[in-house]
């Protein structure tokens, strides 16, 4: 089956850092670029940037650029999206999505980042 | 503030033709680049409706059309069901100086009254 698998919600305190993953399965990873997309509560979609798992080219949206590092480790087939220090406005789901031409074809169920103190 | 601007919200009753427009402009839709829908329903991920313009991807029901014209598109669904109930988000492209990059509408909330 061709899905995108995301780790499990997280709990966080600001301040602290975190890794999330998308592992794609069912499809040639390196094939396809993956793009990270925000949804606070209650919100919109918002696209935060994207990679190519081939080479590990990245750009961000400029509204997310320096605030998040998008990675990908091509040999296990998953991406990641990370913050070095949480903020209580971080708080929200991310879903990893699968682009092909200017759409996103494959999404993931998305991972819940809650960050509390 | 979204770039591409969609109503926050529509309804209609069931079997009625409900139309959620999406409206850019010349660095994204009226650049010529293709819009994409996709619907969320509640808790779930976003799924793809239509993808260029006017594509149906295999599953999705032909009551489902989309359409673009100049800096605009609008996603048209007849027949309405409750199942319809969803957010729906339209989706481009956007080669502005601060990009390239892929945009969003704001979400239109579809009622089945």
């Known amino acids: 089956e061709v899905q995108l698998v995301q780790s499990g919600a997280e709990v966080k305190k600001p301040g602290e850092s975190l890794r999330i993953s998308c592992k794609g399965s069912?499809?040639?990873?390196?094939?396809?670029?993956i793009s990270w997309v925000r949804q606070m509560p209650g919100k919109g979609l918002e696209w935060m940037g994207r990679i190519d798992p081939s080479d590990s080219y990245t750009n961000y949206s400029p509204s997310f650029q320096g605030h998040v590092t998008i990675s990908a480790d091509k040999s296990i087939s998953t991406a990641y999206l990370q913050w070095s220090s949480l903020k209580a406005s971080d708080t929200a789901m991310y879903y990893c999505?699968?682009?092909?031409?200017?759409?996103?074809?494959?999404w993931g169920r998305g991972t819940l980042v809650t960050v509390s103190s | 503030q979204s770039v591409l601007t969609q109503p926050p919200s529509v309804s209609g009753a069931p079997g009625q033709r409900v139309t959620i427009s999406c409206t850019g402009s010349s660095s994204n839709i009226g650049a010529g680049y293709d819009v994409h829908w996709y619907q969320q329903l509640p808790g779930t991920a976003p799924k793809l409706l239509i993808y260029g313009n006017s594509n149906r991807p295999s599953g999705v029901p032909d009551r489902f059309s989309g359409s673009k014209s100049g800096t605009s598109a609008s996603l048209a669904i007849t027949g309405l069901q409750a199942e319809d109930e969803a957010d729906y988000y339209c989706?481009?492209?956007?080669?502005?100086?601060?990009?390239?990059?892929?945009?969003f509408g704001g979400g239109t909330k579809l009622t089945v009254l």
């Open positions: 069912g499809y040639s990873f390196t094939s396809y670029w």
């Open positions: 989706q481009s492209y956007d080669s502005s100086l601060s990009g390239p990059y892929w945009v």
């Open positions: 999505a699968r682009r092909v031409a200017t759409t996103f074809d494959l």
